[in-house]
DNA sequence: AATAAGCCCAACCGCTATCCG
DNA sequence: ACGGATAGCGGTTGGGCTTAT
Protein backbone atom coordinates (compact mmCIF):
# COMPACT_ATOMS: atom_id res chain seq x y z
CA UNK A 1 0.00 0.00 0.00
CA UNK A 2 0.95 3.72 -1.05
CA UNK A 3 0.80 5.69 1.92
CA UNK A 4 2.36 8.93 1.91
CA UNK A 5 1.17 9.53 5.92
CA UNK A 6 -0.06 6.59 7.84
CA UNK A 7 -3.40 7.73 10.06
CA UNK A 8 -3.50 5.77 12.59
CA UNK A 9 -7.47 5.70 12.72
CA UNK A 10 -7.70 6.83 16.12
CA UNK A 11 -11.35 7.79 15.82
CA UNK A 12 -13.27 5.39 14.15
CA UNK A 13 -17.06 5.77 14.51
CA UNK A 14 -20.00 3.46 13.85
CA UNK A 15 -23.45 3.26 13.27
CA UNK A 16 -26.32 1.28 12.21
CA UNK A 17 -27.46 0.55 8.78
CA UNK A 18 -31.49 0.40 8.30
CA UNK A 19 -31.27 -3.11 8.41
CA UNK A 20 -29.14 -3.22 11.98
CA UNK A 21 -25.89 -3.96 10.33
CA UNK A 22 -22.86 -2.06 11.71
CA UNK A 23 -21.89 1.41 8.84
CA UNK A 24 -18.15 2.42 9.67
CA UNK A 25 -17.42 5.95 9.31
CA UNK A 26 -13.73 7.60 9.51
CA UNK A 27 -10.48 6.71 8.02
CA UNK A 28 -9.83 3.52 6.59
CA UNK A 29 -7.81 0.60 8.39
CA UNK A 30 -5.05 -1.64 6.77
CA UNK A 31 -7.58 -4.61 6.80
CA UNK A 32 -10.35 -2.49 4.92
CA UNK A 33 -7.77 -1.16 2.28
CA UNK A 34 -7.15 -4.73 1.65
CA UNK A 35 -10.20 -6.16 1.62
CA UNK A 36 -11.32 -3.91 -1.17
CA UNK A 37 -8.23 -3.91 -3.15
CA UNK A 38 -9.11 -7.69 -3.36
CA UNK A 39 -12.44 -8.03 -4.10
CA UNK A 40 -11.60 -5.14 -6.82
CA UNK A 41 -8.69 -7.24 -8.06
CA UNK A 42 -11.22 -10.14 -8.46
CA UNK A 43 -14.16 -8.88 -9.47
CA UNK A 44 -13.60 -5.41 -10.76
CA UNK A 45 -15.58 -2.01 -9.72
CA UNK A 46 -18.76 -0.70 -9.66
CA UNK A 47 -21.91 -1.68 -8.36
CA UNK A 48 -20.13 -0.01 -5.25
CA UNK A 49 -23.09 -0.90 -2.62
CA UNK A 50 -23.46 -4.68 -3.00
CA UNK A 51 -19.58 -4.38 -3.49
CA UNK A 52 -19.13 -2.86 0.10
CA UNK A 53 -21.40 -5.74 0.83
CA UNK A 54 -19.99 -8.47 -0.74
CA UNK A 55 -16.19 -7.65 0.26
CA UNK A 56 -17.49 -7.81 3.67
CA UNK A 57 -16.81 -4.30 4.62
CA UNK A 58 -18.94 -2.36 7.03
CA UNK A 59 -18.97 0.96 4.93
CA UNK A 60 -21.06 2.59 2.35
CA UNK A 61 -20.64 1.78 -1.74
CA UNK A 62 -19.86 5.49 -1.44
CA UNK A 63 -17.36 5.49 1.26
CA UNK A 64 -15.70 2.60 -0.79
CA UNK A 65 -15.71 4.32 -4.19
CA UNK A 66 -14.38 7.30 -2.67
CA UNK A 67 -11.53 5.24 -1.20
CA UNK A 68 -10.45 3.51 -4.34
CA UNK A 69 -10.71 6.45 -7.02
CA UNK A 70 -8.72 8.62 -4.53
CA UNK A 71 -6.37 6.51 -2.60
CA UNK A 72 -5.97 2.83 -3.47
CA UNK A 73 -6.29 2.79 -7.51
CA UNK A 74 -2.99 1.64 -8.20
CA UNK A 75 -2.38 4.13 -10.73
CA UNK A 76 -2.88 7.07 -8.39
CA UNK A 77 0.49 9.06 -8.13
CA UNK A 78 1.38 10.46 -4.90
CA UNK A 79 3.68 13.34 -3.69
CA UNK A 80 3.80 17.01 -4.41
CA UNK A 81 2.49 17.84 -7.71
CA UNK A 82 5.08 19.42 -10.04
CA UNK A 83 5.70 22.54 -11.49
CA UNK A 84 4.33 20.88 -13.99
CA UNK A 85 1.05 19.55 -13.05
CA UNK A 86 0.75 23.15 -11.20
CA UNK A 87 1.50 25.04 -14.14
CA UNK A 88 -1.46 23.43 -15.89
CA UNK A 89 -3.48 23.38 -12.81
CA UNK A 90 -3.55 26.99 -13.03
CA UNK A 91 -3.88 26.80 -17.17
CA UNK A 92 -7.27 24.42 -16.89
CA UNK A 93 -8.87 25.91 -13.87
CA UNK A 94 -8.58 29.34 -15.37
CA UNK A 95 -10.64 27.70 -18.21
CA UNK A 96 -12.51 25.46 -16.29
CA UNK A 97 -13.30 26.95 -13.03
CA UNK A 98 -13.55 24.48 -10.01
CA UNK A 99 -14.57 21.98 -12.16
CA UNK A 100 -12.21 19.18 -10.43
CA UNK A 101 -13.00 16.59 -12.00
CA UNK A 102 -12.46 17.86 -15.27
CA UNK A 103 -9.05 19.33 -14.83
CA UNK A 104 -8.28 15.93 -12.83
CA UNK A 105 -8.45 14.30 -16.42
CA UNK A 106 -4.99 16.42 -17.53
CA UNK A 107 -3.62 14.95 -14.64
CA UNK A 108 -2.61 11.82 -15.03
CA UNK A 109 -2.77 9.90 -11.59
CA UNK A 110 -4.14 12.77 -10.14
CA UNK A 111 -7.41 13.04 -8.09
CA UNK A 112 -10.00 15.68 -7.77
CA UNK A 113 -9.75 15.77 -4.78
CA UNK A 114 -6.16 16.56 -4.49
CA UNK A 115 -6.19 19.19 -6.82
CA UNK A 116 -9.19 20.27 -5.36
CA UNK A 117 -6.98 20.56 -2.24
CA UNK A 118 -4.10 22.05 -3.88
CA UNK A 119 -6.30 24.81 -5.21
CA UNK A 120 -8.10 24.84 -1.78
CA UNK A 121 -5.13 25.13 0.81
CA UNK A 122 -2.47 27.01 -1.95
CA UNK A 123 -3.90 28.74 -4.47
CA UNK A 124 -6.65 30.35 -2.37
CA UNK A 125 -3.94 31.14 1.00
CA UNK A 126 -2.02 33.30 -1.49
CA UNK A 127 -4.97 34.97 -2.70
CA UNK A 128 -5.67 35.88 0.46
CA UNK A 129 -2.21 37.12 1.71
CA UNK A 130 -2.34 39.32 -1.46
CA UNK A 131 -5.79 40.40 -0.45
CA UNK A 132 -7.82 39.37 -3.88
CA UNK A 133 -10.34 36.96 -4.34
CA UNK A 134 -8.65 33.45 -5.80
CA UNK A 135 -11.14 34.19 -8.78
CA UNK A 136 -10.63 37.28 -9.55
CA UNK A 137 -9.01 38.44 -12.93
CA UNK A 138 -6.49 40.39 -10.97
CA UNK A 139 -4.97 37.58 -9.43
CA UNK A 140 -5.55 35.24 -12.35
CA UNK A 141 -3.04 38.10 -14.29
CA UNK A 142 -1.03 37.79 -11.00
CA UNK A 143 -0.41 34.29 -11.83
CA UNK A 144 0.13 34.56 -15.34
CA UNK A 145 2.03 37.40 -15.05
CA UNK A 146 4.31 35.87 -11.75
CA UNK A 147 3.21 32.23 -11.34
CA UNK A 148 3.28 30.96 -14.71
CA UNK A 149 6.69 32.34 -15.27
CA UNK A 150 8.79 30.86 -12.41
CA UNK A 151 6.62 27.75 -13.17
CA UNK A 152 8.23 27.59 -16.20
CA UNK A 153 11.49 28.23 -15.26
CA UNK A 154 11.06 25.69 -12.90
CA UNK A 155 10.06 23.03 -15.45
CA UNK A 156 13.04 24.60 -17.92
CA UNK A 157 15.45 23.65 -14.68
CA UNK A 158 13.92 20.34 -14.03
CA UNK A 159 14.07 19.84 -18.25
CA UNK A 160 17.52 20.59 -18.52
CA UNK A 161 18.98 18.05 -15.55
CA UNK A 162 16.07 15.38 -17.11
CA UNK A 163 16.47 15.11 -20.65
CA UNK A 164 20.43 14.43 -21.84
CA UNK A 165 20.14 15.17 -25.32
CA UNK A 166 22.94 18.16 -26.22
CA UNK A 167 19.87 19.83 -27.56
CA UNK A 168 18.21 20.82 -24.50
CA UNK A 169 21.39 22.37 -22.66
CA UNK A 170 20.60 25.51 -24.57
CA UNK A 171 19.54 27.89 -20.97
CA UNK A 172 20.35 31.16 -22.27
CA UNK A 173 19.94 32.84 -25.20
CA UNK A 174 18.17 30.28 -27.37
CA UNK A 175 14.22 29.86 -26.87
CA UNK A 176 13.62 26.41 -24.84
CA UNK A 177 10.54 24.41 -26.43
CA UNK A 178 8.80 22.16 -24.48
CA UNK A 179 5.61 20.63 -24.41
CA UNK A 180 3.24 20.86 -21.50
CA UNK A 181 1.18 17.63 -19.97
CA UNK A 182 -1.63 16.10 -21.26
CA UNK A 183 -4.20 13.96 -20.56
CA UNK A 184 -2.60 11.16 -22.76
CA UNK A 185 0.86 9.72 -21.16
CA UNK A 186 2.70 8.70 -23.52
CA UNK A 187 4.89 5.70 -22.68
CA UNK A 188 8.71 4.70 -23.71
CA UNK A 189 10.92 7.40 -25.05
CA UNK A 190 10.44 11.03 -26.01
CA UNK A 191 10.47 11.02 -30.12
CA UNK A 192 12.03 14.16 -29.74
CA UNK A 193 13.92 14.65 -26.80
CA UNK A 194 15.04 18.52 -27.03
CA UNK A 195 11.70 19.75 -27.42
CA UNK A 196 9.46 17.43 -25.17
CA UNK A 197 9.53 17.59 -21.45
CA UNK A 198 9.95 14.22 -19.91
CA UNK A 199 7.55 12.99 -17.35
CA UNK A 200 9.53 14.14 -14.20
CA UNK A 201 9.14 10.31 -12.57
CA UNK A 202 9.12 8.23 -15.42
CA UNK A 203 10.92 7.97 -18.99
CA UNK A 204 7.85 9.15 -20.63
CA UNK A 205 6.88 12.30 -22.41
CA UNK A 206 4.08 14.59 -21.70
CA UNK A 207 2.17 16.33 -23.99
CA UNK A 208 -0.32 19.08 -23.87
CA UNK A 209 -3.25 18.94 -26.30
CA UNK A 210 -4.05 22.68 -25.87
CA UNK A 211 -2.98 25.58 -23.99
CA UNK A 212 -4.97 28.48 -24.33
CA UNK A 213 -3.89 32.40 -24.66
CA UNK A 214 -3.25 32.69 -20.74
CA UNK A 215 0.39 33.31 -21.11
CA UNK A 216 -0.80 37.22 -22.57
CA UNK A 217 -0.30 40.16 -21.29
CA UNK A 218 -3.79 41.44 -19.39
CA UNK A 219 -5.20 43.27 -22.58
CA UNK A 220 -4.77 40.15 -24.38
CA UNK A 221 -1.93 41.05 -26.84
CA UNK A 222 0.83 37.77 -26.45
CA UNK A 223 3.56 37.60 -23.99
CA UNK A 224 6.78 38.79 -25.11
CA UNK A 225 8.18 36.45 -23.12
CA UNK A 226 6.61 33.22 -23.94
CA UNK A 227 4.93 31.92 -26.38
CA UNK A 228 2.35 28.88 -27.38
CA UNK A 229 2.50 27.83 -30.76
CA UNK A 230 0.72 24.08 -32.26
CA UNK A 231 2.86 21.82 -33.22
CA UNK A 232 2.72 20.92 -37.36
CA UNK A 233 4.22 17.94 -36.29
CA UNK A 234 2.56 16.42 -33.21
CA UNK A 235 -0.56 18.25 -33.21
CA UNK A 236 0.88 19.04 -29.57
CA UNK A 237 0.72 22.59 -28.03
CA UNK A 238 4.39 24.23 -27.13
CA UNK A 239 5.39 26.88 -25.17
CA UNK A 240 8.26 29.18 -25.58
CA UNK A 241 10.00 30.97 -23.59
CA UNK A 242 12.58 32.77 -23.60
CA UNK A 243 14.85 33.06 -20.68
CA UNK A 244 16.31 36.19 -18.43
CA UNK A 245 12.53 37.70 -18.79
CA UNK A 246 12.46 40.75 -16.54
CA UNK A 247 10.00 40.16 -14.42
CA UNK A 248 9.75 44.28 -13.66
CA UNK A 249 7.83 44.10 -17.09
CA UNK A 250 5.38 41.78 -16.25
CA UNK A 251 4.81 43.77 -13.09
CA UNK A 252 4.19 46.97 -15.17
CA UNK A 253 0.80 44.90 -17.15
CA UNK A 254 -0.71 44.59 -13.23
CA UNK A 255 -3.48 46.82 -12.17
CA UNK A 256 -3.08 47.20 -8.30
CA UNK A 257 0.26 45.81 -8.67
CA UNK A 258 2.70 48.66 -9.56
CA UNK A 259 5.85 48.07 -11.17
CA UNK A 260 7.60 48.59 -7.75
CA UNK A 261 5.63 45.29 -6.47
CA UNK A 262 8.51 43.13 -7.68
CA UNK A 263 10.75 43.46 -5.02
CA UNK A 264 7.16 43.85 -2.70
CA UNK A 265 5.03 41.07 -3.67
CA UNK A 266 6.35 37.46 -1.91
CA UNK A 267 5.95 35.59 -4.30
CA UNK A 268 8.82 33.50 -3.98
CA UNK A 269 9.25 34.26 -0.68
CA UNK A 270 9.34 32.14 2.09
CA UNK A 271 5.98 30.88 1.95
CA UNK A 272 5.66 30.50 -1.74
CA UNK A 273 9.17 29.08 -2.12
CA UNK A 274 8.97 26.02 -0.05
CA UNK A 275 5.68 25.18 0.15
CA UNK A 276 4.03 26.35 -3.25
CA UNK A 277 6.37 27.90 -5.87
CA UNK A 278 9.48 25.59 -4.84
CA UNK A 279 12.23 27.67 -5.45
CA UNK A 280 14.31 29.64 -3.85
CA UNK A 281 13.96 33.08 -4.45
CA UNK A 282 12.91 35.52 -2.05
CA UNK A 283 10.92 38.38 -3.20
CA UNK A 284 10.38 40.80 -0.35
CA UNK A 285 6.67 41.66 0.08
CA UNK A 286 5.89 44.66 2.00
CA UNK A 287 2.61 43.61 3.87
CA UNK A 288 0.61 46.16 4.17
CA UNK A 289 1.60 48.60 1.47
CA UNK A 290 -0.01 48.89 -1.61
CA UNK A 291 -2.97 46.75 -0.48
CA UNK A 292 -4.25 45.24 -3.48
CA UNK A 293 -7.72 45.70 -4.03
CA UNK A 294 -9.91 44.01 -7.08
C1' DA B 1 9.07 20.99 27.06
C1' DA B 2 4.46 22.39 26.62
C1' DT B 3 0.98 24.54 24.26
C1' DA B 4 -1.34 26.98 20.54
C1' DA B 5 -2.06 27.93 15.89
C1' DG B 6 -2.06 26.79 11.32
C1' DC B 7 -1.61 23.50 7.55
C1' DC B 8 -2.82 19.63 5.02
C1' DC B 9 -5.59 16.09 3.24
C1' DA B 10 -8.63 12.03 3.75
C1' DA B 11 -13.22 11.41 4.24
C1' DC B 12 -17.85 12.80 4.49
C1' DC B 13 -22.10 15.26 2.92
C1' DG B 14 -25.58 16.86 -0.08
C1' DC B 15 -26.86 17.45 -4.49
C1' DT B 16 -27.42 16.36 -9.48
C1' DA B 17 -27.03 13.37 -13.47
C1' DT B 18 -27.45 9.03 -15.45
C1' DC B 19 -28.82 4.37 -15.80
C1' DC B 20 -32.07 0.75 -15.81
C1' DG B 21 -36.09 -2.03 -14.90
C1' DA C 1 -42.74 8.19 -18.44
C1' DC C 2 -41.60 7.12 -13.88
C1' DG C 3 -39.00 6.01 -9.82
C1' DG C 4 -35.33 3.85 -7.45
C1' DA C 5 -30.45 2.79 -7.58
C1' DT C 6 -26.05 4.13 -8.71
C1' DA C 7 -22.33 7.17 -10.07
C1' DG C 8 -20.16 11.42 -10.01
C1' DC C 9 -19.30 16.05 -8.56
C1' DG C 10 -18.04 20.05 -5.66
C1' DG C 11 -18.12 21.86 -0.97
C1' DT C 12 -17.01 21.16 3.73
C1' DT C 13 -15.19 19.16 7.88
C1' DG C 14 -12.32 16.70 11.29
C1' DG C 15 -8.24 15.47 13.02
C1' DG C 16 -3.30 14.34 12.65
C1' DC C 17 0.92 16.64 11.85
C1' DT C 18 4.08 20.52 11.79
C1' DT C 19 5.61 24.89 13.10
C1' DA C 20 5.67 28.83 16.02
C1' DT C 21 5.62 30.82 20.51
Not at 16 to 45: A, F, K, M
Not at 72 to 99: A, F, M, W, Y
Not at 173 to 178: I, M, N, R
Not at 234 to 261: A, K, N, T, W
Request: net charge positive.
Amino acid sequence: MSCSKSRIPKSVSSSLYEDGTELRRGPWTLEEDNLLIQYITCHGEGRWNSLAKCAGLKRTGKSCRLRWLNYLKPDIKRGNLTPHEQLLILELHSKLGNRWSKIAQHLPGRTDNEIKNYWRTRVQKQARQLKVDSNSKKFLEAIRMYWMPRLLEKMEQKNSSVISSPSSSISTLETQKFIAPSPVLNQGPCPAPGNMIAHSDSNSCLEIPEISGLLTHPGGQPCSKLSCSKSTQDDCYRVDMIPSYDMQEFSQDIPGLPGSHVAQVDWFGEDFGSTFWETDDLWQFRKGEDQVGV
